[in-house]
Each structure stands twice: as C-alpha cells, then as structure tokens.
C-alpha cells in the first residue's frame, strides 16, 4: 500500500519514521510555507496541491491507499480538502492531532479567533504574539501603538509598526529562555494559539511563572465524520491494519 502523510508537523515526522521502519510506502507532503523546514525521512513533496479537485486528481493518480492527515492543528484549509478530497476518491482518511494544552491555572482567557485576541489583548501594555508570522496581520492595527515582540520563524514582507519587536527563532524553546525573554521586553500579557505538544508549552509555564496573563485562541473544528487519533502510535495502528478495517 501507499500512504499520503499530510505533514509538517513533529507528529509527522514521527509517523513517518514508524512507516519507513515498517517498510511502508510512504510520501510526506508539506505545504512550503516555512523556509528550510525539517524533513521527515522517505519521500517528500513540497507545496499545495490546487485544492480539492488538484488533491482528489494526485490521490486518483498517484496509486494512494490512505491518506493521514497530520497538519498542524490551526491547518484548516488543508484538512478540509482532505477530507473532501478522500470522500470524492473514496480514499481512507485518518487525522492525527495532538491534545490541545490544559489550563493549569485556571486564568487563560480562551478566544475563539485572532481577530477577537487582538481585542482582548488590547488593554496590556507589553504584550508577546506567538501565533505564528500568517496571522500578525489581524493584530497591527488594534496593537499598533503598543509595545510588542512577535516571535517568528521566517522573515515577513512588509513593514510593521515601530513599537514592535520581532524576534527570529524556532523550537523547541526552554523554560529558562521564556523566563528570560518575557522579563527583557516587560511583557504582561502573552498571546498564543492551542497547538499543543511540547515543543512550545515552555511559554505557558514562564508565563504561569512571572504572572503573565494569558490569551488562547481556541482550535477551529475539524472536518466532520473524520476518525481523529492522538498519538503516532495510534496512526501507525491505523495504517498497519488490514485495509478493511480503515473503511
């Protein structure tokens, strides 16, 4: 059989080495928004695949057999046309999420979009976005004369406003260097999404540390009636199985 892995993800990544090791054909495909990202092993392609109908034509076509998606958990365009795309080629389709994060203390503000955390956010003085460079957009001008450092892998196009500080790094991040970040910039409130994992929880702890509110765009809702597994264990399980029982 021939697995499509939806990847991008350290899920992704894990999954793919659980198929190579089990001698399954495999190809890991990443969208190509982030400059130099990390390979998984085996086969990979880079870059979309034209929607719905381009993602049902490369199923038809490229001899695929199941399709896991593990995308990032904000990926939403994506999942959607898999989940369209597989039910058109009648394809098996599964999608890998990690757990959202749990709030420990009891103060995070849960928001259900970026636009609604560029809002809440308004009212604190030194604030912190690590939602990713695809969405700073949403916060420039509710937060433009504020004091900000936005963390980011890649470098932006276009100009931000004066008062913003962008900061170019990339997981996974230590609890001491969040402490540390936090305190240089006086920040008082951190904007983040729910991904999840542990590549990026240090924030919330250094956050839960210094007293730093906290503001959690909730995920957006899967695509409906798609079987959704936690662990990469999970998902090898799933492909591994005799082919009827992935319908």
């Known amino acids: 059989m021939t697995v499509l892995v939806l990847g991008g993800t350290g899920e992704a990544r894990e999954l793919a080495q659980v198929l190579c090791d089990n001698e399954v054909d495999f190809v ?34 490229g001899g695929v057999d199941a ?9 939403k365009g994506i999942s959607a046309n898999a989940a369209d795309a597989c039910r058109a080629a009648r394809i098996p389709l599964l999608r890998l999420q990690r757990p959202g994060w749990s709030d420990e203390t009891g103060g995070w503000i849960r928001v259900s979009s970026h636009e609604e955390a560029a809002q809440v956010a308004a009212d604190g003085s030194g604030v912190f976005l690590s939602t990713g460079r695809q969405t ?18 890649d470098p932006l196009d276009g100009e931000f406003p004066l008062g913003w500080t962008l900061v170019h790094a990339r997981g996974p991040y230590t609890f001491d260097g969040e402490c540390a970040l936090m305190r240089k910039y006086e920040v008082d409130t951190l904007v ?56």
């Open 67 to 75: 399709v896991v998606d593990a995308t990032h958990p904000f990926a």
């Open 136 to 153: 700073l957009d949403r916060f420039v001008e509710p937060l433009r004369k504020h004091r900000v450092v936005a963390r980011i892998v």
């Open 192 to 247: 983040t999404k729910d991904s999840g994992g542990d590549l990026t929880r240090a924030k919330l702890d250094a956050a839960a540390e210094l007293g730093v509110r906290v503001i959690m765009v909730s995920r957006p809702a899967g695509p409906p009636g798609v079987r959704t597994v936690a662990t990469v264990g999970e998902a090898a399980a799933w492909v591994l199985e005799p082919a009827v029982s992935r319908i």
């Open 28 to 61: 890991s495909s990443l969208a190509g928004r982030v400059h130099n990202p990390r390979l998984p092993v085996g086969a990979v392609r880079i870059g979309g695949f034209g929607g719905v109908d381009g993602l049902e034509a490369y199923l038809r076509t």
